[in-house]
Every structure is written in C-alpha cells, then in structure tokens.
C-alpha cells in the first residue's frame, strides 16, 4: 500500500474516532443555537478538494427564550384554532388586535421581555398566526420566485433563477406543521395522515405543495412556486435573452397559423411560462379553453373559459368530485373550442389531446415534461399508453407524427438562466419512425458534439432549415425574411 493511502486511512480512522467523540459529548450537552459546527480540519499536505465545500449560510434562529414563547403562545391568541385564517400580515387592525392580546397574556402570565424580546416575540408569533411563519420574509421579498421547506433547518429560495440555501429557519417540525396547517385550511383542503399530500393554489395564485411524514424523510416537506405578479411577456423573455426578438416573431407566426405546438421541459424549466407567452399570441376573436391541474396561466384574451382539476371529496372514496385534467380535455370538445391549451399533459389526457388536435382543433397548445424533442416524442407515446386503450404503439406513433407541428425546448442551463435551446419540426413518418428536423438550436462558443448546450453564453441560432409549414405561415400573412431562418449561425457549424 503506498504511504498516502496508509495515511489517508489513519487520518480517516482518527476523524471517524474524532467524530465519534464529539457526537457523544454533544449528546452530553446540547448545543447552543447559535453554536456553529467546527470547521472541517484540512490536512496540511493534502491538496484541496476541487470541488468546492458547500458553504452552509450561518442560520437565523429564533433566541431559545423566544422560540419557547412562541411555541407556547402561538395556540392561546386566538379565540378559535380558524380565527386568523383569512388575516394578512400588514393588516394593521388586526395585528394591533394580536399584539393586544399579546401583552394580556405576558402580563397575566408575569412574563417580563425586554424590548427586543418583545419585538422579537411579536414578529414572530404575528408571522405564525397571520402568515407563513418563518418563512414570511421569504414570501414578502418580490425577487424570491420559489421557496423550498426541506426541513425545519433547510430552506432554499429561489432568487434570480439561481438556488440558494436560505438563513431562514423553522424552530421543529412543530412549527413547520403549524404553518402547513394554516396553509390548508382556509383552501378547505386536509393535511393529515390519511391525506398526507397537498397540492393547492393559494388565494394569490401561488401553486403549493406538501408532503408529510413519514412519506417526507426530513419532516414536512412545503414547495412554494409564487405567482408573478405580472406575468412574463414574450418582450420580458427576448429582454432575458431567453430567445431572440426574431424567434418570437417566427413564435408568433406559428401560434397565429395554428399549429399544433408541445413545450417540452424539465422541472421548473420555464414551460409553462413559455405556454402563457405562447398563449398571449392567439388572437382575440378565438375562443380558449384553458385546462389546468392548478391554474397558473394568465392570459389577457377575454374570451377564456379556465377550467381547473377538483380532488375528490375529502373523507369519499377518492373519486366523487373529483375532475381530472382528462375527464377536463374530454369535456371540453363539448364546448365549442377554437383553440384547447393544456397546462401539462402528464397522463392519458396525452391521447385525448392528440385526437382534438387531429379532429379540428388545430392550434393547440401543451406542455410535456422531457428532455429533448426526441424525448417528448417517446414521452407522448407512454403518456398515450397510460390511456389504456389498447392501441399498437405504432398507431398511437402515427397519431403523434400528424398532430404535432413544432416541439420547443425549454431548458434551465447551468448558469441558472431559462432558455429556448431547441425548435424542432415534427415531419412525419420515415418507415416506423418519427422524422424530427431542428430549426433552430442553442449552441455555445466550442461546442462540438450534436444537440443542444446546457452551458451559458451561448445563443438559439437558426440551423439554416426551412421548416415544412413555412407555407402555411404565408397563409396567414406571415412573410418571415430569410434571415431568420438563414444558414447557421456563429456557433452553430
Ligand atoms: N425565460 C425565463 N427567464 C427567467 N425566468 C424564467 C423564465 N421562464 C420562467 N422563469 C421563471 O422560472 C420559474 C419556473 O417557471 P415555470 O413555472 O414556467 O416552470 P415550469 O417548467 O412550468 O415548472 P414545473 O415543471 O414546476 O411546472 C418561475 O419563477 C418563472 O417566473
Ligand atoms: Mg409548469
């Protein structure tokens, strides 16, 4: 064995002893909240690691005395468990109402704070019973789109497209459940263990979910994604360099002209974002459904009929009341649409979705959870499956092959920023093959293999393809010059 291998395992067997030891005295003693875990000790000789330690941010934490209090008091300011339920921080009756009953309380009670104390204490149990507890500040900052409860001392925040751990933090488990609860409630849904998992949309329309333990290995797990305000224009994604003025326009064109459009996407890419800046192209005089598992499109059209998926009845059988994105799609052919956008398809409704835009209602508009163009084609294909339906694969491939027109691919690059990387023209059949052709792709400086770039700083460049429906884009008045669609681009060789 060559002496740095004997070193790192004596130096490996010494730190597990060295952890060990420290793990029994902190048993021993607990820790301060303010105490900071010691500094890893890096051995002299060795070379640092290359990739970076992650940094964990130093933590906010409620003072002991406080965190006690507001445990404690956060039941006993309301006069029933439900009373607060529709108050807002910021509503200045009725925090003054709670900071009244606040002070009874302490002063009954012989509690003597000092003032910060107080300040503190008041904050705090205003956020628990008027707001999201710790993570009010969080969902008050504008520039924070999403915010992640990992568990009571694991928050991350989403701000400027990048992930970043957050000093917040929740005292326990306790008051992460205290506040999913409030969460739920007032959206008439239950949070419990025979209905461990909530997916909501809050009065603003910010979309929610919770999963509980045991299902949530480090505690109630909540996922917030906060609906913008104002929703992002296809000026705010050209802005973004998300894709290029001429892009939009070619964009444009197709939606205008009808074709059958599927943003593909993984997690949080920018599809559905991407789906309302498509959907903001259909002209005013169509008429739109809209069908969505929780509403989160925005459109400015006025002749919008929205639907939304219903749960079931809580405490039935899990069926009656409940309206699936499906059973949505289906009904919708009943109600006479120029045009059917589909927030996601992620099941059966796959199919139904093909066969309307196969029978008459050209021009609409989803989105699919997949990877590339390639990707979403096969995705389709086992979404279909999941209809049950019993069809040859290869017929629901053909299907496939005729509906769709164009695939877009959004994606999330490595440098935190959401682009179009891929346009992709369905063609058709060659054999028992879908045949793709890319018209437009991002590509960075040096790139060479095929495909789409995940890095940043590179640009969606025009593969010099003509697309098929470049004559039906004509139909409609759109005579996009030839540079949009000219031969390569910088990268793009
Ligand atoms: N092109 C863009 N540039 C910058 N931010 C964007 C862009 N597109 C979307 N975003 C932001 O990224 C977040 C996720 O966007 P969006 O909800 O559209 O993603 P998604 O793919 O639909 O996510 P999910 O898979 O969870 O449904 C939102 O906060 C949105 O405002
Ligand atoms: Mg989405």
Redesign the pocket.
Known sequence: MSSFLQRRMSEQSKKAEEERAAQESAAAVPPKAEEKPPAPEAAPDEKPEEKPVYQIPPKQRTTPRVAQLRKQLRTKLLATPDEADQWRRGDAEKENLLIGRLRTVLQKAGIALSPPEFEELKEALLNDLMGFGAIEPLVQNKNI??IMVTGADMIFA?QK?KLRESEVVFDDEDHIQWTAQRIVRPLQRALNRSNPMVDARLPDGSRVHIVMPPSALKGTTITI??F?SKP?TVED?VR?G?FTAEVGEFLKACVVSRLNMVVS??????????LNVLSSFIPEEERIVTIEDAA?LQLTQRHVVGLETAPPIPGGDGIEGRLTIRDLVKGSLRMRPDRIVVG?CRSGEALDMLQAMNTGHDGSLT?V?SNSPRDCMSRLETLCLMAGMDLPVIVIRRQIASAVNLVIQ?SRLKDG???IVQITEVQGMEGENITLQDIFLYRTPGQTGAGYSHAGGGQLEPTGFRPNFEDRLKEHGFKLGSSIFGGGGKFNK
């Open positions: 789109s999403e989403e497209g994604r906060k913008p992002l994604l973004f998300s996407g993984g997690t949080g890419s920018g599809k559905t974002t991407l989160e996601e989105t959870h959004q920023s959401r682009k």
